[in-house]
């Protein structure tokens, strides 16, 4: 088998045991590369039978557009169910501020333990990668939540021989990461392995932006330039899709899976590192907001 071979057949496994063991599982998707990798592999995990649990959104309302079109087509063509977490409700509701930054990513906490809550669910699948962050690279494959949602990181539970271990109490649940361990150069290899669809914001093209902080922001209702700020038409794509308030773009002539290939082979930067403005809040950004209960 070629390795991405096994990284296919591990995280094919890695759901079906999920699936077996839990009786309410749900699979965040966003849109993203990594969910939409997901996703793929989950289809063919239970093929020819349909997707047997709901994707969940959680929604800043701050999101490029081109990628809720592609969730809301990606869902209907496969007959999913899918359930959405708004963060704009909760602002509208008094339950959420606006952070002084206009960044929402990290306000996705809160709606996203209400969903679960909510619909009782006991495992939820995320597309984290290992190589992404320190703080991913350090948790397990199928991570404990406690009864508030929280992750504790000293106390996590030995994955020896590909055994693991779904046991958790009422009120908690646990997250599940099938492709813990694949890279972002593997994600892109399968991507065109499989010929998968993506949001088209992921090649090349021309788009309005300006440079703040070091990126490349795109212009939008809810990235706005200041004064100082100019705004250029330049030739960009996204390593990764989060808020558009807070995910930068990188320049790139990169319009095919081939070329991306090439350009992913030679960074040296991760794609979280380079682009998402909410992991620069300090050095432990993620760490804090997984501990809270992010995905």
Known sequence: MSSLARLEAESIHIIREVVAEFDRPAMLFSGGKDSVVMLH?????????????????????????????FRDRTVERLGLRLVVGSVQELIDS???????????????????????RENRFDAVFGGARRDEDRARAKERILSLRDEFGQWNP????????????????PGQHVRAFPISNW?????????AAEDIELPPLYYAHHRPVFRRDGMIRAVGPHSLPTEEETVETLQVRYRTVGDMSCTGAVLSEATTNELVLQEVA???VTE???????????????????????F
């Open 41 to 69: 592999l989950a289809a063919k995990a239970f093929r020819p039978g349909p997707v047997p649990f709901p994707v969940v959104h959680i929604d800043t309302g701050h999101n490029f557009e081109e990628v809720i079109d």
């Open 94 to 116: 008094g339950e959420l501020q606006e952070r002084a930054d206009g960044t929402r990513n990290p306000l996705q906490t809160v709606p996203l333990l209400n969903t679960i």
């Open 154 to 169: 000293r106390s996590q539970r030995p994955e020896l021989w590909n055994l693991y271990n779904g046991r958790h109490t």
């Open 183 to 191: 890279t972002e150069l593997d994600v892109w290899r399968y991507i």
């Open 266 to 268: 030679a960074a040296t």
């Open 272 to 294: 979280r590192g380079a682009t998402r403005a909410d992991d620069r809040l300090s050095e432990a950004a993620m760490e804090d907001r997984k501990k809270d209960g992010y």
